[in-house]
């Protein structure tokens, strides 16, 4: 088992091209120290809530928690015709690989030899929470120019699809759009705001492809994955 886990970090640290630094003189992300602890009574980004119902004259409960909605960009530099995707560490997602190699929630610091941090981190679509009054369009085209430094009008970003995330969980509402940039378009290097360390990844249309190919290992969210399964079905050139 340690000896997998030891190949996907490899998997995911490396073999992608990336852009250049990130700005502010940030570095990219080093995660020296990891720890696990129960959630606090109050959280800043969850809510626990606890459902009762009756279905069919027998009463169930179901513990779910609200999130925030969101919105997902999938961006395609038609410049070069190389997909755009956005590389960063996730909690949740090292949580998840790593948990079920201890009996109960560790009390220590993680071994980050044993357990490298690249495990937790993802290759997806340009996304951001719903957090601001504004429309969900203007929100997208706001995260556009932060993650991955594109400025562009939004009349250029068009409407995909929405849908729900977390259908077991929190059934949240995720927007997804989809934009064509060009260098041009290009103003900084991205990389998120405030304490974010993201950092912008492009593929060609032949690397993205495989990460929907049968038999596929990815690091990504279904918003992720469907968006691409989208744009090859909908944007890709001909010849793609």
């Not at 980004?45 to 027998?58: F, M």
């Not at 513990?63 to 956005?86: A, C, G």
């Not at 109960?104 to 290759?123: A, H, N, S």
Request: charged share 25%; proline share 4%; with cysteine.
């Amino acid at each position: 088992m340690l000896k997998s886990l030891a190949a996907l970090a490899l998997r995911y640290s490396s073999g992608y091209s990336s852009n250049a630094k990130l700005p502010h003189g940030q570095q990219l992300s080093n995660v020296t120290k990891i720890c696990f602890s129960p959630l606090p009574e109050v959280s800043k980004w969850l809510v626990p809530v606890q459902v009762q119902y009756i279905e069919n004259g027998k009463t169930k409960m179901y513990d779910i928690f609200k999130v925030q909605d969101s919105v997902s960009i999938v961006l395609y530099n038609i410049s070069r015709q190389k997909l755009l995707f956005v590389r960063q560490f996730r909690p949740a997602v090292y949580y998840g690989l790593i948990i079920n190699n201890f009996r109960e929630l560790p009390k220590e610091d993680i071994d980050l030899m044993q357990y490298p941090y690249e495990l937790g981190m993802t290759l997806e679509s340009c996304a951001g929470m719903v957090d601001k009054d504004k429309s969900l369009a203007e929100i997208a085209r706001e995260e556009v120019f932060e993650e991955c430094g594109y400025d562009v009008s939004v009349d250029r970003i068009e409407e995909v699809m929405n849908y729900r995330s977390g259908v077991g969980s929190s059934g949240a509402k995720q927007a997804m759009y989809y934009c064509e940039v060009t260098d041009a378009d290009k103003v900084n290097s991205g990389g998120g705001v405030e304490d974010e360390l993201i950092e912008v990844v492009e593929l060609s249309l032949d690397e993205a492809k495989k990460m929907v190919q049968q038999g596929a290992v990815n690091n990504s969210p279904p918003s992720c994955l469907m968006g691409l399964l989208w744009f090859f079905a909908n944007k890709a050139p001909a010849n793609a």
